[in-house]
């Protein structure tokens, strides 16, 4: 098992580094791909999905505001609370780095056989499972 999350890792880290140099750090990636997935949330809930303390949480979103990747917007029902958003920029950066990460693995993918191909979509399917909450 110890070969599965060191593989796991290695290829995560690879993955991450596709990503445009000196942009953003992973935690601001994480945050803003977290944001356009999963939609709109409040700062406390974009921490907790991170698990990340709350600090933390609030300069990476300083950061990415500073930088027009996020947009902050009353709560409809805690003027205590605002809600956190991608703005347009922000979401048309998270797809460019999804595309720039999928091109690197379909020509990565290209080098396999189809049995090969085949073991990982399974894989995926079972990591997947192991992820889950």
């Given at each position: ?38 939609g ?15 600090p ?27 809600i ?19 091109e ?10 189809a ?19």
């Amino acid at each position: 098992m110890v070969a599965l999350r060191e593989a796991i890792a290695r290829f995560n880290r690879r993955l991450r580094q596709t990503r445009p140099v000196g942009e953003l750090t992973v935690a601001q990636v994480s945050a803003l791909n977290i944001l356009e997935r999963s939609g709109a949330m409040t700062p406390r809930e974009l921490a907790d999905a991170e698990r990340v303390a709350a600090p933390t949480m609030t300069r990476i979103v300083a950061r990415l505001e500073e930088k027009g990747l996020i947009q902050r917007t009353p709560h409809p029902t805690d003027g205590r609370q605002v809600i956190l958003a991608p703005s347009p920029a922000g979401r048309r950066l998270v797809r460019e780095y999804r595309r720039v990460g999928n091109e690197w693995l379909a020509q990565r993918l290209e080098d396999l056989t189809a049995e090969e191909r085949e073991t990982l979509r399974r894989a995926a399917e079972i990591i997947a499972k192991l992820a889950r909450e």
